[in-house]
């Protein structure tokens, strides 16, 4: 991954979200880890979302809950869309296969990554969202 933002964003809306996604779209190079944090409704799918048009991806982004993974081809990278809510832990995840996607040519964003912490690689940006002040605000803390 080329250098991107760090520290503490705070995100004022959904079109800061989008800029930050953007942002990190454009750092981003093959097999990179984006792991998203934060609890529900704190924008882990907004940022996925500005991420893939980032990247150029042209299918509608929706939520991967009930399938685990969804892959988009359409981008400047290929992208894989985890969201691991309800796996148990890492385990579950090489169970699935992601062994073959994560850390390949896709660049793979993983929805609440904490539950599979113990796979994340050094390298993996690390992006906890949570609520801010007002119905509107997020604050990122990229790590
Ligand atoms: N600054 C903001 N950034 C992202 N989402 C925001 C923001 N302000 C309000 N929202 C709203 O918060 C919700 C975030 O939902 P979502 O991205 O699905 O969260 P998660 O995937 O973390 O559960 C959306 O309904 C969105 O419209
Ligand atoms: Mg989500």
Do not use: C
């Not at 793979?108 to 912490?117: F, G, L, M, R, Y």
């Not at 050094?122 to 790590?143: F, K, M, P, Q, T």
């Amino acid at each position: 991954m080329k250098e991107t933002e760090k520290g503490i964003i705070k995100l004022n809306g959904k079109a800061e979200t989008r800029e930050l996604g953007l942002k990190i779209a454009d750092a981003l190079e093959p097999g990179d880890i984006v792991a998203l944090m934060g609890q529900l409704g704190s924008g882990k799918t907004e940022l996925t979302k500005a991420i893939a048009e980032g990247l150029g991806v042209k299918e509608k982004v929706i939520s991967p809950t009930f399938t685990l993974v969804k892959l988009y081809e359409s981008g400047r990278l290929p992208l894989a869309h985890f969201d691991v809510y309800r796996l148990d832990g890492s385990d579950e995840l090489f169970d699935a296969g992601a062994s073959d996607i994560i850390g390949g040519r896709y660049v793979s964003i993983i929805e609440w990554a904490d539950i599979v912490a113990d796979m994340l690689p050094s390298d993996a940006l690390l992006v906890h969202l949570s609520y801010g002040e007002g119905e509107e605000e997020r604050i990122a803390e990229i790590i």
